[in-house]
């Protein structure tokens, strides 16, 4: 049976780490509203430049332009995104886990596979995302230049996509080629589309030229939201994670509080039994 000092010294310890955890919870809250903000307003933006490419692709030779080519997937590329610090709950675990299974599954289909890490938990990530970010990314994987020359077939990313605070979705997407095909199940949804076309816009310099400026462009701006959303999820769930924790502490620190006063009571009244006891023997 452990020492009233040593229960002591243990609530006190739990009382520490729970300080810990609540000011971390404090700082990933203080966090994800930044990271929150920033890929809500990014998401409009990367959506558009989807629609606009896919829009640009019906109307013109895609032949002419590298990045829309499909072809058979022999080698490819796969970025992992995981976090940039400890303590965010299963996160990295569930990247990992959804990497793992991909890896294998890209395997047993006869493709060489090139990882990619992003994270401090495998390599590095940076701590104040920016535009400039999404575009370093896209050259330290030569990602554009290697699709082009034929030497790779896809890139791949596989991260958490923020959803909410309290919940992450694990994606893998595609990020090369770039897919222009608007998959669409609905008959009237199709007739809408096919007459919303737009048909009467001048492009300048060229509805080529534009395309191709896009596709360069839409690369790093996929880069960058894909970046955003994995720090955003980060912080809902090392948030979460933190509230957990703190909460888990103070169920600890009761049952030890009450052990302990239990445990105090019992000594108490046994010195007191004994004090009666010798004084019975006394008379």
């Not at 299974?101 to 994270?119: D, Y």
């Not at 222009?180 to 048909?199: A, N, S």
Request: some cysteine; aromatic content about 6%; overall charge positive.
């Amino acid at each position: 049976m452990p020492s009233l000092q040593s229960v002591r010294r243990k609530i006190d310890s739990v009382k520490k780490t729970q300080k810990i955890t609540k000011a971390m919870k404090m700082v990933a809250a203080a966090k994800l509203k930044r990271t929150q903000d920033r890929i809500l307003a990014a998401r409009p933006y990367a959506l558009k430049m989807r629609d606009t490419i896919r829009t640009l692709s019906r109307r013109v030779n895609r032949d002419a332009h590298p990045l829309l080519k499909k072809r058979e997937e022999r080698r490819i590329v796969v970025a992992v995104v995981t976090s940039d610090r400890g303590l965010c709950g299963a996160f990295n675990a569930n990247i990992l886990r959804t990497a793992a299974a991909g890896l294998k599954e890209f395997e047993s289909r006869g493709m060489q596979i090139e990882v990619a890490v992003i994270g401090r938990k495998v390599v590095d990530i940076f701590d104040k995302l920016s535009f400039e970010h999404g575009m370093l990314l896209g050259t330290e994987l030569q990602a554009i230049d290697d699709y082009v020359t034929g030497r790779i077939d896809a890139v791949y990313a596989i991260y958490n996509e923020f959803k909410s605070a309290i919940q992450q979705r694990v994606v893998v997407e595609r990020l090369l080629p770039i897919d222009w095909v608007v998959e669409i199940t609905d008959v009237k949804e199709v007739e809408r589309t096919t007459e919303q076309m737009p048909g009467g816009y001048l492009y300048e310099p060229s509805e080529d030229e534009v395309l191709q400026e896009l596709l360069h462009r839409n690369f790093h701006v996929q880069a960058y939201r894909m970046l955003l959303e994995s720090s955003a999820a980060e912080q809902g769930a090392r948030m979460t994670a933190m509230d957990g924790a703190t909460r888990n502490a103070g169920e600890l620190i009761k049952k030890l509080t009450i052990y302990y006063n239990k445990t105090r009571q019992a000594a108490i009244t046994k010195e007191l039994m004994d004090i009666v006891g010798g004084a019975e023997a006394l008379k």
